[in-house]
C-alpha cells in the first residue's frame, strides 16, 4: 500500500516520476502528488484520486526540475482528500513522503504545536516534516536532520525527503516499510519496489532495517540504524520493464491467469527431478533440519494464507506430521505455544505484508526449529530475515487480486509436503509417483484455462446477484474459501465459504432461489458426502453450479445444476487446478458488473502496514 518514487538526475525528472507513479498504481491508493525542486523552492501539485487526475493537472500547470519525490497515499490517518496527500510540506522549502504508520505521532504532534508549529492535514506524516525542518534549523543538513529525526519515531516508514536549501539532494530512510536504491548513469532514485524504476536502471542496492541513504545524481551515501557507514550490495535484476506491462490483454488480472502454466512451470524447474524433489532447493542445511521437524506452523494472510491451509492438510495426511495454518495478524499477539522440534513457515508474496514479517520476527525468538519462507520477492524482507527460503518465481503480480502468486506458492509448497513425506517414511513408489505428477501441472493448467469462454458465459448468472456460498471439503475447502475471496475483492458481492458439512449448522438458512451456491467437487473419499451436501441445497432451490474433477461428474445430474467438468491430475495437484475456474469466474462478473478489476476499491496489493 501506497507507493514512492524519487529521483535525482541531469535531466528533468518529472516524466520519470509520473511513469513511476502510474506503475505503483498496482500497489492500491486513494490520492497522488509529488514536489519538485524549482527554483530555489519545493513545488508541489497533489490530488485526491488517480494518478491520471495528477497527470490533467501538470498539463495545466506544468512543474520542471532535475530533482523530485512522488507518492501515492493510501488514507491511514486522515480521510482521502487533497489536503491529506502526499508529499507533505514545511513551507516552500521542505517536503517529504512517507509509506507506513508513525505510532508516536499524536505525541510528536503535541510537541511540534508548543513550539509553534500549524498543521494543514490530518496524517502521522506530515509530524515528520516538520520534525525535519526544525533540526535543520538548528543547523543540521538535510541527511543530519533526517539521521537524528527517525531517532525519534515509532512504528514502521519508508521516506524521502528534498529541501530547496540543498539543490539535487533527497534523503531516504527505512524501517518496517520496503525502500529500494536505484543507480543509474549520472542519476539516482529510491522507490517502494523496483518496478516503478526498471525503465531507467536495472541496478539497484536494497536498503536494510534503520538504514538512511543520502543521494544526488553523482553517487550515494548510507548509514546504517547505529549511524555509521555502510555498504550494501549492488543487485541486477533480470526482469524487464517489458514484465510488468498487460500486453494484449483487458486487465492485469487476466494477464496473470493465463501467465500460471508458465510461472508454474518456472517454480518446479530445477526443483523436480522424474523421481524425487532436489536436495537443497529450500537451503544448505535444509534437509537435515527437516528430518527434525514434528510439528509445523505456518503463518501467513489472505490468498498465502489459504495456501497454506491446503498445505497443512496435505502436510498431515502424506507425511503424518501435525501441522496447524494461522493469520499472522492473530498469530502474533496470542502467546503461541512453540512445540519441540517445530518447523515455522511464512508465505507472501511481496515479502512485505507487515503482519506476516513481524510474526517471523516473533518467530526467530521462539524457539522453532528453523524458519522457512516462501516468497516472490528475491531481497524483500521475509526472504532476507528467514533461515530457509524457497521463491516461487511466479514474476511481478500487478493485480491486486492475487491469481499466480497463489498457485505458485501452492506449487512450492507441494515440494515441502512431498520432501516432509519422503522424510517421514512415505512409500518410494508413492513417492516417486507424487513427484512425476507434479511435471504435468503446467499443461493441466492450461487445459483449465480452456474453460475461458464458458465462465465467461456463467458470469452472466452473477450479475444481478448480492450474495454467493462456496462449498468445499477437506483440502478444497480453502480452495472454495479462495474463490469466495476472489468473487468479494473484485465483483464487490458479498461471497463466503463453508466445508460442504457445515450446511446444516447455519448457513443452509440463507439458500433460496436467489443465492448462487459453488462447490468445488474433486474425484476422492469424501465425494458422496459432498453429494449430499449438494442435495440438501438442491432441495431448497439454491442454484447450484458443481466444479467437478474427471471422474466426479458421474455423481452429478442436470437437476444438480450447471456442471463443469475438467481434468486435475490427481489429490495432488487437484486444489492448484480446480483454482482456476474460481478465478475466471471472478474475473468476468467483475467486468460485467464494470468494477476497477485490477484496483478494487479500499484494497491494496502490499499491506505494509497492520
Known amino acids: 500500500m501506497c507507493g514512492i518514487v524519487a529521483a535525482s538526475a541531469e535531466r528533468d525528472v518529472v516524466d520519470i516520476l ?45 512543474l520542471a526540475g532535475n530533482c523530485g519525490i512522488a507518492h501515492t497515499r493510501w488514507a491511514t490517518h486522515g480521510i482521502p482528500s487533497e489536503r491529506n496527500a502526499h508529499p507533505m510540506a514545511s513551507g516552500d522549502r521542505l517536503a517529504l513522503v512517507h509509506n507506513g504508520i ?33 533540526l535543520m534549523g538548528e543547523g543540521n543538513d ?26 539535487g539532494v533527497i534523503v531516504g530512510a527505512r524501517q518496517g516499510s520496503p525502500l529500494v536504491l536505484g543507480v543509474g548513469f549520472a542519476e539516482h532514485f529510491l522507490a517502494s519496489d523496483i518496478y516503478p524504476l526498471l525503465p531507467v536502471t536495472n541496478r539497484f542496492v536494497y536498503l536494510e532495517e534503520g538504514d538512511v541513504v543520502r543521494l544526488d545524481s553523482t553517487g550515494y ?10 555498504e550494501r550490495p549492488i543487485r541486477e535484476a533480470d526482469m524487464s520493464a517489458d514484465a510488468v506491462q498487460r500486453g494484449d490483454f483487458r486487465h492485469y488480472m487476466l494477464k496473470e491467469i493465463y501467465e500460471q502454466p508458465q510461472v508454474v512451470a518456472e517454480t518446479l524447474e530445477g526443483r523436480i527431478s522424474a523421481t524425487r524433489v532436489l536436495p537443497n532447493i529450500f537451503g544448505v542445511g535444509a534437509e537435515a ?40 495478524s492473530e498469530y502474533r499477539y496470542r502467546n ?29 525468538q521462539a524457539g522453532y526449529l528453523t524458519t522457512l519462507a516462501i516468497c516472490n520477492v528475491p531481497e524483500s524482507s521475509v526472504v532476507r530475515e528467514a533461515d530457509l527460503v524457497l521463491m516461487t518465481r511466479a514474476g511481478p503480480e500487478i ?24 522424510l517421514n517414511g512415505m512409500e518410494s513408489e508413492e513417492y516417486s509417483s507424487l513427484v512425476g505428477d507434479l511435471s504435468h501441472l503446467p499443461d493441466l493448467l492450461n487445459q483449465a484455462l480452456e474453460l475461458d469462454p464458458v465462465f465467461e458465459k456463467l458470469a452472466e448468472d452473477f450479475v444481478d446477484k448480492n450474495h454467493a456460498l462456496f462449498l468445499g471439503r477437506g483440502s478444497h475447502y480453502p480452495i472454495a474459501m479462495e474463490g469466495a475471496l476472489k468473487l468479494k475483492e473484485i465483483s464487490y458481492i458479498h461471497a463466503e465459504a463453508y466445508p460442504a458439512g457445515e450446511l446444516k449448522h447455519g448457513p ?103
Do not use: W
Not at 28 to 37: E, K, R, V
Not at 544 to 568: C, N, P, Q
Open 399 to 422: 493485480g491486486v487480486a492475487s491469481t499466480k502468486a497463489f498457485t505458485t506458492q501452492l506449487a512450492a509448497l507441494q515440494l515441502l509436503v512431498l520432501e516432509l513425506a519422503r
Open 102 to 134: 508513525i505510532e508516536n505521532h499524536e505525541a510528536l504532534r503535541r510537541e511540534l504545536q508548543q513550539s509553534g508549529v500549524e498543521f494543514s492535514s490530518d496524517t502521522d506524516t506530515e509530524v515528520m516534516v516538520h520534525l525535519v525542518a526544525g
Open 289 to 328: 533440519q527437516f528430518a527434525q521437524v514434528k510439528n509445523v506452523h505456518i503463518v501467513a494472510c489472505g490468498t498465502a494464507y489459504h495456501a497454506g491451509l491446503v498445505a497443512r492438510y496435505m502436510i498431515e495426511q502424506l507425511a503424518g506430521v501435525p501441522c496447524t495454518a494461522e493469520v499472522a
Open 508 to 610: 443452509l438458512a440463507l439458500v433460496d432461489s436467489e443465492m448462487p451456491v459453488i462447490a468445488v467437487a474433486p474425484n476422492n473419499r469424501l465425494l458422496e458426502k459432498l453429494v449430499s451436501n449438494i442435495e440438501e441445497v438442491h432441495a431448497r432451490g439454491g442454484q447450484l453450479y458443481v466444479i467437478a474433477e474427471k471422474g466426479a461428474e458421474t455423481r452429478f445430474s442436470e437437476r444438480h445444476g450447471k456442471l463443469i467438468k475438467l481434468d486435475t491430475g490427481g489429490a495432488l495437484l487437484a486444489p492448484i487446478v480446480l483454482t482456476v475456474p474460481l478465478q475466471l469466474l471472478a474475473y468476468h462478473v467483475a467486468v460485467l458488473k464494470g468494477t476497477d478489476v485490477d484496483q478494487p476499491r479500499n484494497l491494496a496489493k502490499s499491506v505494509t502496514v497492520e
Open 142 to 167: 538535510l541527511f543530519g536532520a533526517v539521521c537524528k529525526a527517525v531517532q525519534r519515531l515509532e512504528g514502521a516508514y519508508a521516506i524521502a525527503v528534498v529541501s530547496a536549501a540543498e539543490p
Open 221 to 230: 551515501q548510507i548509514r546504517d540504524r547505529d549511524d555509521r557507514e555502510a
Open 336 to 364: 503461541p505455544v512453540v512445540p519441540e522440534d517445530t518447523l515455522f513457515v511464512t508465505i507472501s508474496q511481496s515479502g512485505e505484508t507487515a503482519d506476516t514479517l513481524a510474526a517471523l520476527r516473533h518467530a526467530r
Open 18 to 62: 509520473m511513469s513511476g507513479l502510474h506503475a505503483l498504481e498496482y500497489r492500491g491508493y486513494d490520492s497522488a502528488g509529488l514536489a519538485i525542486q524549482a527554483d530555489g523552492l519545493v513545488a508541489r501539485q497533489r490530488t485526491q484520486g488517480k494518478v491520471g487526475r495528477l497527470d490533467d493537472l501538470l498539463r495545466k500547470n506544468p
